[in-house]
């Protein structure tokens, strides 16, 4: 289970007075004169740099699971939604643990040398003035109310073929947002895209935005669009959890679960096939804490009800990131009924992805990767009956949750290509 960041420890010592702190200064400094001279002996404490309390993201290769087990140990917080044999590990530890790793040969390799660091940069380009008034809307990244005002305005542009709907409430009473796009003709294809059911994948609500964007403004100029909507009943939730999206945006970037009580609930093992499972977690502070029972969160509920409700028959849930399109079942090796159906559809998906931008996004099932039990897409396919892949966007690792705003357009390609794709496929 990830540890507790600790608070800086310096924050809780009482200012000394001024004279005795100037004594403890020199004290140090004539250790570590005394430390120089009589290299290679152990440095005395007053002179080593004090343990470092910044956070690094790395990407560690364990080749055996005891390996992992070593490294996920001493990490804060687990960055890979998705393990398994060749898959790269990330994880977020202290700077002072980084050296433990490479003792033990995990070898790794810094993503981020500064997580916190990072995200207060983004904070501060976010928090430019004209940024927040947006020429180019998609040439940032934009928070939860932004991202409704702007389904708003596309319902309100072309009201013959976009609906705005209120499909539920979060925790904190926010709306859960969905357009609905196409659905004018009868026999039209129920189909569900939705994003950020974790709060810290910015870019899946940016791609299931824009998705939306393109498929209401571009229905006149590009046939292939066209096509789509006049034979789909397309359901786009950019923001599952907004709640807690709005909380990464206000208070912790790196925050993922929902906003249940102090500790929130990973919605993305909530879902009722498999529930309990591996890959989940009955502990509260867990990354992956999967609620009191299936179905505990307003959110998952609301999710549930309208793919009843609609009958949805495609489905795809984005997230990020690590460039990966995956089909159920994530909670069991076993191979899902349809397992040929959906290598077909995924390579199809994979390969509309890499025509868009030259960009490799690989395919696999749960069977090829460590459980995780309670998913939403092993719910979509075992008990809604839809046909439904899990789409983990860029980067492949680099900067993890925090992407350049220029990446935004490109991965929105990406993300149009797989939902158009998938659309094409069920004919
Ligand atoms: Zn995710």
Known sequence: MP??????????????????????????????????SDFPQPAPLACVEPPGDTRVA?????GEASDCAAAQALAIDVWSEHQGPGLPLDLVVYERDVPTLEAAGLRPEVLVSDIDAVARAEAQRL??????????????????????????????????????????????????????????HPGSTPMLVNGAQHAREWIAAMVTTCVADRLVRDYETVPAIREFVDRTELWVIPVVNPDGYQYSWSSNRYWR?????????????????????????????????????????????????????EHIALHIDFHSYGQLVLYPWNHTPAPAKERGRFTAVGDRIASAIYAAHKTSYSLKSGAQLYPAAGTMSDWMYGEADALSFTIELRPKGGSGFVLPPEQIRPTCDEGLAAVLELRAALD
């Open 127 to 184: 928090a430019l003035p004209e940024i927040q008034k947006p020429s180019d809307w998609f040439g940032e990244f934009r928070d939860f109310g932004a991202i409704s005002t702007h389904l708003g305005q596309l319902a309100a542009l072309h009201p013959e073929r976009a609906t705005l709907v209120a499909v539920g409430s979060s925790i904190e009473g926010r709306p859960l947002w969905a357009l609905r796009i196409g659905g004018q």
């Open 58 to 62: 790395v990407r560690v290769h364990c």
């Open 257 to 309: 679960k929902n906003r249940r009580g102090s500790h929130g609930v990973d919605l993305n093992r909530n879902f009722s096939v498999a529930w309990g499972g591996s890959g989940s977690s009955k502990e509260k502070r867990s990354e992956i804490y999967r609620g009191e029972y299936a179905f505990s969160e307003p959110e998952t509920i609301a999710l549930r009800d309208l793919a009843r409700r």
């Open 3 to 36: 540890r507790e960041p600790s608070s800086g420890s310096s924050n809780l010592v009482a200012p000394q007075p001024t004279r005795r702190r100037v004594a403890a200064v020199v004290l140090g400094v004539l250790a570590c004169a005394t430390w120089l």
